[in-house]
């Protein structure tokens, strides 16, 4: 018999559920991706994750080729294209991996749905998380909103299930008409702006492995402190492999359990790391509580916030033209590669929602559409944090200062000289406070103010209070 594999986020052949249990009890396997990009509440992606996602499925269509079969690609809403194929190739199950997400969730019901009316049985399989939120509740079977004994919940489960191997050898299904993938345009074209995309990264499961390996081989030593060193390579980047569902965070929990094993010199280092992992873990579950995170404030009292609109600061901060360095060269680096290191990622959204008191929401939807980790609940969880109006976040008084931030976490400015290459030849200890360099420091660095780069947009002592004055007024109600 023939069944049908569905892949979503989870774009790889190795620990792969649904794969697995499709291909042991079946003669024959379809396998099948579908974009709609009209799916009632679900986030469409941006520009920079549409590019990830091309990379990815060509990996993935090349790796399933490599055993015997192939990926079709059709697009239209789920429930129909799949049923349509089921009977094309006659199959009697269709298997998948869950997204515990109220969208997925109703699409995935409308699929087995539109599957059972044709007599068609559906198999589904934990997705990629530790643990399901359905497991990790409080006593009013809410989802836990503070970090520490979430996480201490999820550790307390054990180990998630060790991984599944990846099959050597698939029976696919020969000449099954597919969309070409150069159709989708997912790609940009005119203008290509992803010439920094490609020279940084390589998608797809092969390299995730490679990755998570030359991780834990190499700067894991180290990570706890180095995490926060923009200036250094000290951290997997492994977020948008994570992403797409190209390694399982069960396939990182167990490389990592395995390397603390072998190194019980790395076991602080692993723990902090996994940790981080668990943090992802976090944000998926608050978005399974909240379907609406990316929008409405978790702490209601933020409503009554009030943001400025103020279109030329916003584009300023987009264009990494805020006078900050350390601020600018995040913000470059985010549109250069897609990415940005955790650190700077909280200074520059603390810098846009406390100095220029422009709405976390603005900031959050320019991040969804410039990064390839862009991830539904990573995302607005991570704005809501910074911006004090999330689960278990840092208090809307502590106010980042850019200056400091820079000194202490690009100490001889290596980071802010690869993004703001304008600022290169300063000495160190103006690095991250250009503006107070006499003219004859400047004018040795090349740099003119305000002509070959700016003076910073606000005052920082000035916008912190700013800041404190504007949520006094929210703070009792
Ligand atoms: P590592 O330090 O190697 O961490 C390992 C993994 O843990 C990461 O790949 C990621 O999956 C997870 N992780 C680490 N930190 C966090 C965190 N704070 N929250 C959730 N998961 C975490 N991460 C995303 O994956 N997608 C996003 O859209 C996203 N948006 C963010 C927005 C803001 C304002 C902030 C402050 C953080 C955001 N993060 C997001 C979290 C974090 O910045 C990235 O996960 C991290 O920089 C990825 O680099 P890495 O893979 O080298 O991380």
């Not at 995935?108 to 539109?114: F, H, I, R, S």
């Not at 723990?271 to 609406?292: A, I, M, N, Y």
């Not at 200062?401 to 290596?414: C, S, T, W």
């Amino acid at each position: 018999m023939t069944a049908i594999v569905w892949y979503r986020d989870d774009l790889r052949v190795s620990d792969h559920f649904a794969l697995y249990a499709a291909t042991e009890s079946h003669a024959s396997v379809a396998f099948i991706y579908v974009l709609d990009d009209k799916a009632p509440g679900i986030r469409p992606l941006g520009g920079a994750a549409r590019w990830w996602l091309a990379q990815s499925l060509r990996t993935l269509q090349a790796s399933l080729r490599e055993r015997g079969a192939s990926l079709v690609l059709r697009k239209g809403s789920a429930p129909t294209v799949i049923a349509a194929l089921a009977r094309e190739v006659g199959a009697d199950a269709v298997y998948w991996n869950e997204i515990a997400l109220a969208p997925h969730q109703a699409i995935e019901n409308q699929v087995a749905a539109a599957l059972s009316e044709i007599g068609i049985v559906t198999h589904r399989f934990p997705g990629d998380l530790l643990a399901p939120p359905n497991q990790i509740r409080n006593q009013e079977n809410r989802g836990l909103r503070v970090f520490t004994p979430f996480w201490r919940r999820v550790q307390a489960q054990g180990d998630p299930p060790k991984p599944l191997p990846a099959p050597k050898r698939l029976s696919g299904v020969a000449n099954l008409a597919s969309d070409r993938l150069e159709d989708w345009k997912l790609e940009p074209a005119k203008p290509d702006w992803a010439g920094g995309l490609r020279d940084n990264w390589q998608p797809g499961e092969a390299a995730a492995q490679a990755r998570l390996k030359a991780f834990l081989d190499g700067s894991i030593a180290g990570y706890s402190g180095d995490r926060d060193r923009p200036d250094r390579d000290g951290t997997s980047r492994l977020s948008p492999h994570l992403r797409f569902g190209e390694i399982s965070p069960r396939q990182v929990w167990h490389a990592a359990r395995f390397a603390a094993a072998e190194h019980p010199r790395l076991s602080a280092d692993i723990e902090k790391f996994l940790s981080e992992l668990g943090w992802r873990e976090f944000c998926r579950h608050l978005l399974f509580d909240v379907p609406d995170l990316a929008t409405r404030n978790l702490q209601p009292h933020f409503d009554g916030f009030p943001w400025k609109q103020d279109a030329g600061a916003l584009q300023a901060w987009q264009r990494g033209q805020t006078g900050y360095p350390i601020v600018d060269a995040g913000m470059r680096e985010l549109w250069h590669i897609g990415v940005m290191h955790n650190r700077v990622r909280m200074v520059v959204a603390s810098f846009l929602v406390k100095h220029l008191l422009i709405d976390w929401r603005c900031g959050e939807q320019w991040f969804w559409d410039t990064l390839v980790d862009a991830d539904a609940g990573s995302n607005p969880a991570n704005w809501q944090w910074v911006a004090g109006s999330g689960a278990d976040a840092a208090p809307y008084f502590r106010v980042f200062n850019p200056i400091l931030q820079g000194e202490k976490f690009d100490p001889d400015g290596a980071y802010v000289r690869r993004w703001v290459p304008e600022l290169s030849q300063l000495p160190d200890k103006l690095m991250h406070q250009p503006w107070t360099a006499t003219p004859l420091e400047l004018a040795s660095a090349g740099i003119e103010l305000s002509k070959t780069y700016p003076h910073p947009i606000v005052d920082h002592r000035a916008g912190r209070e700013r800041a404190l004055a504007a949520y006094a007024t929210i703070r009792g109600s």
